[in-house]
């Protein structure tokens, strides 16, 4: 089975970590073996850890002159049938989209963590912010899918990251950490455990790489050196690979089945958290870092009388707008908190119906504070 | 292509995708050949193109994997393909302005990392697949879809480029002396270094059409003429003779 069940690399128990280590750690329990990347705060530290381990772990790592050059590495290393990562923040994000794109579209496994910074453009460097929302969906051109998790401590830093490369592995495609300044350099106690699941991707010789009988279908995948000679290209292409720059129904094909195979799949990939939901008439839909403000907002405000609950998103996306329009039908109210100026407001919107939501956000390169949303839910009374 | 070198090619692919005329077709059967006399095991080689004319000679037409990548940044792919697995041997093969231009960063810091990379640049001057545009190779004066009243431009000298970036097996060959390439080829992938092998190809289509050399032939008597082994010294060599000088580059 791919799925397998192993000792824990790294080491068990007990320990105290600052959340970009925690995240390098489980990439190397995840199985990673490749890092390539490129310098930039508030990430570097994750490319620090990952420089001094890949190589005594039996891995390889490469330094690269740029952010595209980093993820070029990255899809190539895990062509060569190794688990492949790097990690950047918003500008590097940004540098990287083209080959983003190029990955999703070779259906190439790449996990990428995001430690997010107060953007646009350089922003503030060393400032918290959570913007990259629609640019990990969005940001390269044309249609896609892709996977984003959302850690809101040191110990989903580490569970995130292993899960991320469990889905990358499974469904290839690029998988994101959308982790936060403020969650990678917050040091908290985490329990790593003895074991671990991690999912090996799936190679059967001799079938198509780039298709499959089912529309929604994730081919099997093998690696340079096993004799398949393979054809991976960014042109849109046959099943085994072969160009077809042209036949519109070559690309239509390959387009849907690559956003099919993991929007078909949102009741296995998408996770959440509820707290005081079964009574909440008014609910604060959260996500990172901003979901720890949110629960202890929540937790104050039901002990003022109010009947409210928290929704944390954990898996970003695909997004899970089932969840919101389920949850909509008991509430007369959503808050929507976030450092950036309303990107999972819209898509909580798109799924309220009728159901009122308020956005509460904040730019300023500061978390937000329980109070801001204790006060926000006030006005919702 | 001659019957020898089928083996090397996939079944599927019955010809070529270049213009009449182009030299990527000598140049695709030179490299075969080095590669033959070599005895390379195709199961464990992996052809890295990007985006162009030259990109398509190796992919899809080699029967090996091939990894036809992002326009500029086929070099950095080879890098993490060989980096994950170094069993494998790498050999990537695009033209000058994806090798040099938009991927001209990824090139000499591949150089200057000295990873056992090969890395063979067809140099036809000017972008072909997209209609003929000024490259950064393009002789100063010469005509493009972009210069209309000539390039006001230097071009790079990918050798002295690559040389400089620290590079430990630099070549310049031409599709006009198909067996002294093959021999800088067999050089370049044998070698453990990064190696880097130019290659002079025509292009008739966009090139030769807009500087007075309006038939493939023409093209290939031209080049003939300027290509040289041995330095010269001849002001009126248009373009200069360095850009045309023929051979190895090596301390």
Redesign the interface.
Known sequence: MPLTTVTNPVKAGSRYLSGNDAAAEGAIAAGC??Y?GYPITPSSEIMEYMSREMVPRG????Q???E???I???????????K?MTATSGPGLSLMQ??LG?AAFTETPVVVVDVQRAGPCTGQATKVGAGDIMAVKWGSHGDYQVVALSPWSVQEMFSLTVEAFNLSERLRVPAFLLAEEATGHLRERVDLPETIEIYNRDYTPGQPVFGCAEADGIPSMP???A?????????THDQW???KTEGPEFHDRLVRRLSRKVLDRKAEICRHEGYYLDDAEVVVVAYGFTARSALRAVRQARQDGMAVGLLRLITIWPFDGELISRVAQGARGFLVPEMNLGQVDGLVRSAAGDTPVKSLTQVNGSTISPASILAALGEMR | MARSMEKYLRPEVKTTPFCPGCGHGVLMGALLRAMDQLQLDMEKTVFVSGIGCAAWIPSPNFAADTLHTLHGRAVAFASGVKAANPDLKVIVISGDGDLTSIGGNHLIHAARRNQELTVICANNMIYGMTGGQMAPTTPQGHLTATSVQGNPYRAFDLVKLVKGAGAPYVARGSVVRPYDLIGYLKKAIASPDFAFVEVLSPCPTQYGRRNKLDSPGAMYDRLGQLCRTEAGNDPACFPPEDALLLGEFND
Do not use: H, N, P, Q
Not at chain 1, 59 to 62: E, I, K, T, V
């Open positions: 073996r490749f390539g891995g390889a790592f490469l690269m002159e740029d595209i050059a980093s070029s590495s990255v899809v190539g290393a895990s062509w060569s049938g190794a492949a083209e080959c190029y690696c340079f050196g004799g398949e000679k393979l054809m991976v290209t960014g042109s690979g072969f160009r």
